[in-house]
């Protein structure tokens, strides 16, 4: 059964850091692409950030210059590098990842549990 188990969430302050992790079960043979939701109380879920396999990367603009995802081919895991964080990014943040299942012949997407992430001012 294919898992994401993200880590890194929490409490912080105004302007503090946060570094959020996903990491796919070994069931899970190749990624295409990853990328990051949030979403916050009374709120559709956005999308936060991507990267395809060729490290291309997205962001949506309130996080532009604040907020870097990265990936580790090697160990199945993506990164959100969160800087500068603010009150209005206060969320429950996924992940969510583009990838081929072993014994299967197509790709589908999972999620993650979801982890909280708030900011106070």
């Known amino acids: 059964q294919v898992q994401l188990v993200e880590s890194g969430g929490g409490l912080v302050q105004y302007g503090e850091s946060l570094r959020l992790s996903c990491a796919a079960s070994r069931s899970i043979i190749n990624i295409n692409a990853w990328n990051w939701y949030r979403q916050a109380p009374g709120r559709q879920r956005e999308l936060v950030a991507g990267i395809t396999r060729d490290t291309y990367t997205h962001y949506v603009d309130s996080v532009k210059g604040r907020f870097t995802i990265s990936r580790d081919n090697t160990k199945n895991t993506v990164y959100l590098q969160m800087n500068s964080l603010k009150p209005e990014d206060t969320a429950v943040y996924y992940c969510?990842?583009?990838?081929?299942?072993?014994?299967?012949?197509?790709?589908?997407?999972?999620w993650g549990q979801g982890t909280q992430v708030t900011v106070s001012s």
């Open positions: 969510n990842a583009d990838a081929l299942e072993s014994g299967k012949t197509y790709y589908a997407y999972y």
